[in-house]
């Protein structure tokens, strides 16, 4: 019985991954995970996913939390309870700006959207924050129906996406 929920729960996971990727490589053009670029403060900042998509540049923080999420854009803490846990973690949404922030300091005339991406296994009951999206909400907003109007508006940014890059690039190297 025990392997039994032991595979149903990793293939749950596998299949929640794979609707991940297949969402991200849907609305993306180009991605860039894990990249660190400079903060505009002698710093520098890490992303998790950048993607390159017919609106724009977007960052996606994914939140793989399971339960009922209490949070809201005044709120310093947010709480997940679930069946098994309750846990407390700081508004992401802080962090979320700052990369924003840092993204636009390099490619100033490109729109930059960020997105903290819920997982399926996450409710908001109360209500769902700015900037907080789940797969199919991020699908309805940054998918682009027309691909070939989607491939036009992709080279209008590519420029400042080679900025992006080379950023990456030469933060990596300090």
Same mark, same amino acid.
């Given at each position: 019985?025990?392997?039994?929920l032991?595979?149903?729960?990793l +293939?749950?996971?596998?299949?929640? &991954?794979?609707r991940?990727?297949?969402? !991200?490589?849907? /609305?993306?053009? @180009?991605r860039l995970d894990g990249?660190v /670029?400079?903060? &505009?403060?002698?710093g520098? /900042? =890490?992303? *998790?996913?950048l #993607?390159?998509?017919s609106?724009?540049?977007?960052?996606v @923080?994914?939140?793989?939390a399971?339960g009922?999420v $209490? &949070?809201?854009?005044?709120?310093?803490?947010?709480?997940v /309870?679930?069946k098994?846990r309750r +846990?407390?973690?700081?508004?992401p949404q %802080?962090?979320? +700006?700052?990369?924003i922030?840092?993204?636009?300091h390099?490619v100033? =005339?490109?729109p930059?959207?960020?997105r903290?991406l819920?997982?399926? %296994?996450a409710?908001f009951?109360?209500?769902?924050p700015? #900037?907080?999206s789940? #797969?199919d909400t !991020?699908?309805?907003? $940054? &998918?682009?129906? @027309?691909?070939?109007? %989607?491939?036009?508006?992709v080279?209008a $940014?590519?420029?400042h996406w *080679? !900025?992006i890059?080379? %950023?990456a690039l030469?933060?990596?190297s300090?």
């Open positions: 019985m025990a392997l039994l032991l595979a149903w729960v +293939y749950r996971r596998r299949m929640r &991954g794979g991940l990727q297949r969402v !991200l490589k849907e /609305i993306s053009h @180009d990249v /670029i400079p903060n &505009g403060d002698d520098e /900042i =890490q992303i *998790d996913h #993607l390159l998509t609106q724009g540049l977007l960052i @923080d994914i939140k793989d399971v009922t $209490f &949070g809201s854009d005044k709120m310093q803490d947010w709480a /309870i679930s098994e +846990y407390t973690f700081p508004n %802080a962090a979320l +700006y700052d990369r922030a840092a993204v636009r390099i100033r =005339q490109v930059v959207e960020g903290l819920f997982l399926d %296994a409710e009951t109360k209500g769902v700015d #900037l907080v789940d #797969l !991020l699908l309805e907003e $940054f &998918g682009e129906p @027309d691909k070939n109007a %989607a491939k036009f508006k080279e $940014f590519k420029p *080679d !900025l890059r080379k %950023a030469n933060a990596g300090r």
